[in-house]
């Protein structure tokens, strides 16, 4: 029965996850064409009907399957296929270790609305998505071009460099909550700080929220921060040489990556599925309280995740859509000179604080 629980929720997650990619492949195409002052996607059509460009969606995917898969002579066939495999299976399976609900009770069964509840959540996520830049580096190598190997040596170098701010900036949380498990996070989060305020992340740890949205950015490789990629300098960076569906393995983890950092700035940051003055027994503020069936709060609190997730992942489009490309050496510099002290200093105050408040 266990091994079934665990089965429908991965099918419920990964339903989740590639639920969200046609809608934020639509949701990028018409945002960015609203913030640039033009319409967008309009032409694809079934039977006269365009639904505001959602065929457009429906046509790459059926593109992406009939197209010719291209491989240059001189290219590692092997690690040529392997690349793509690499990057998305990472973006896949960090998604098991997030929290998406507290539990549903079902008879004298408790299920706890989380795929993998690991003890050590918060490493296992950053320890499997360090692993997608070796399918990114492969990819620029094995492609025999020096526009693909300059776009993984520098996401490689972008991915160290700024995976170092990504870490530190949540030693902050770790001492504050006292545990790695996300569950255990998202749960320490729902408590109210002077019985009004929630005990979320971006109220006890503002600065590494900064620290952390911005190496997010530079971690699923989004602007301002796509120097892999940089089609003004390196054609299409580490995928130059890539076509049909093994190009759509590429463009789906980087759409996967980004729900996976949308829902970790939630679960660290943002609560999680806790919602403000909603608890287990029900709704209480101040002095009023609700009683609420416990489906009712579970369902809730799962509508309550995925609309937190929703939000972040449009200001990951919004973001790439409003704001330049840096220049290499910008980007460096911002992750060494600036986000890296930063995210030490940070750690320092929190400690002297706590040792304070001890």
Same mark, same amino acid.
């Given at each position: /029965?266990?091994?079934?629980?665990?089965?429908?929720?991965? *099918?419920?997650?990964?339903?989740? =996850?590639? !639920?969200?990619?046609?809608?934020?492949?639509?949701?990028?195409?018409?945002?960015?064409? $609203?913030?640039?002052?033009?319409?967008?996607?309009?032409?694809?059509?079934?039977?006269?009907?365009?639904?505001?460009?959602?065929? &457009?969606?429906?046509?790459?995917?059926?593109?992406?399957?009939?197209?010719?898969?291209?491989?240059?002579?001189?290219?590692? #066939?092997?690690?040529?296929?392997?690349?793509?495999?690499?990057?998305?299976?990472?973006?896949?399976?960090?998604?098991?270790?997030?929290?998406?609900?507290?539990?549903?009770? %079902?008879?004298?069964?408790?299920?706890?609305?989380?795929?993998?509840?690991?003890?050590?959540?918060?490493?296992?996520?950053?320890?499997?998505? #360090?692993?997608?830049? $070796?399918?990114?580096?492969?990819?620029?190598?094995?492609?025999?071009?020096?526009?693909?190997?300059?776009? !993984?040596?520098?996401?490689?170098?972008? /991915?160290?460099?700024?995976?170092?701010?990504?870490?530190?900036?949540?030693?902050?949380?770790? /001492?504050?909550? =006292?545990?790695?498990?996300?569950?255990?996070?998202?749960?320490? =989060?729902?408590?109210?700080?002077?019985?009004?305020?929630?005990?979320?992340? *971006?109220?006890?740890?503002? %600065?590494?929220?900064?620290?952390?949205?911005?190496? !997010?950015?530079?971690?699923?490789?989004?602007?301002?921060?796509?120097?892999?990629?940089?089609? #003004?300098?390196?054609?299409?960076?580490?995928?130059?040489?890539?076509?049909?569906?093994?190009?759509?393995?590429?463009?789906?983890?980087?759409?996967?990556?980004? *729900?996976? /950092?949308?829902?970790?700035?939630?679960?660290?940051?943002?609560? !999680?599925?806790?919602?403000?003055?909603?608890?287990?027994?029900?709704?209480?503020?101040?002095? &009023?309280?609700?009683?609420?069936?416990?489906?009712?709060? #579970?369902?809730?609190?799962?509508?309550?995740?995925?609309?937190?997730?929703?939000?972040?992942?449009?200001?990951? *489009?919004?973001?790439?859509?409003?704001?330049?490309?840096?220049?290499?050496?910008?980007?460096?510099?911002?992750?060494?000179?600036?986000?890296?002290?930063?995210?030490?200093?940070?750690?320092?105050?929190?400690?002297?604080?706590?040792?304070?408040?001890?």
């Amino acid at each position: /029965m266990d091994y079934l629980i665990t089965l429908i929720k991965i *099918i419920l997650i990964l339903s989740f =996850q590639f !639920g969200l990619l046609p809608l934020f492949i639509w949701l990028e195409r018409k945002g960015s064409a $609203y913030i640039q002052d033009r319409r967008g996607p309009n032409r694809a059509a079934v039977l006269g009907f365009t639904l505001g460009g959602l065929f &457009h969606v429906v046509a790459d995917v059926i593109k992406m399957f009939f197209k010719e898969d291209i491989v240059p002579a001189k290219a590692n #066939s092997v690690l040529h296929t392997l690349a793509p495999v690499m990057v998305i299976i990472p973006a896949l399976l960090t998604f098991a270790v997030i929290p998406f609900g507290d539990m549903i009770r %079902l008879g004298n069964r408790v299920i706890n609305l989380q795929v993998a509840p690991l003890n050590v959540g918060i490493l296992f996520i950053f320890a499997i998505s #360090s692993l997608g830049v $070796y399918g990114i580096f492969l990819a620029g190598w094995a492609s025999n071009n020096k526009y693909s190997l300059l776009g !993984g040596l520098r996401s490689a170098a972008q /991915m160290i460099s700024y995976e170092l701010t990504l870490g530190l900036s949540v030693i902050g949380l770790l /001492m504050i909550y =006292q545990a790695v498990d996300l569950q255990v996070i998202v749960q320490k =989060q729902g408590t109210l700080l002077g019985g009004f305020l929630p005990a979320w992340g *971006i109220v006890l740890q503002p %600065l590494a929220f900064i620290l952390f949205i911005v190496s !997010g950015l530079a971690e699923v490789n989004r602007n301002p921060f796509d120097l892999p990629e940089g089609e #003004s300098e390196l054609v299409a960076g580490y995928h130059t040489e890539y076509s049909g569906l093994k190009f759509a393995m590429f463009y789906t983890a980087e759409y996967l990556n980004m *729900i996976v /950092m949308a829902a970790l700035i939630t679960t660290l940051f943002f609560g !999680g599925w806790q919602v403000p003055f909603l608890f287990r027994d029900g709704f209480r503020m101040f002095s &009023h309280f609700l009683p609420l069936p416990s489906l009712l709060i #579970s369902l809730i609190q799962i509508a309550a995740f995925s609309l937190k997730v929703m939000f972040f992942c449009w200001c990951f *489009i919004w973001t790439r859509w409003t704001l330049p490309r840096f220049r290499y050496d910008q980007l460096m510099k911002l992750g060494w000179k600036v986000m890296l002290p930063l995210a030490l200093i940070n750690i320092l105050i929190t400690g002297i604080a706590l040792m304070f408040l001890s």
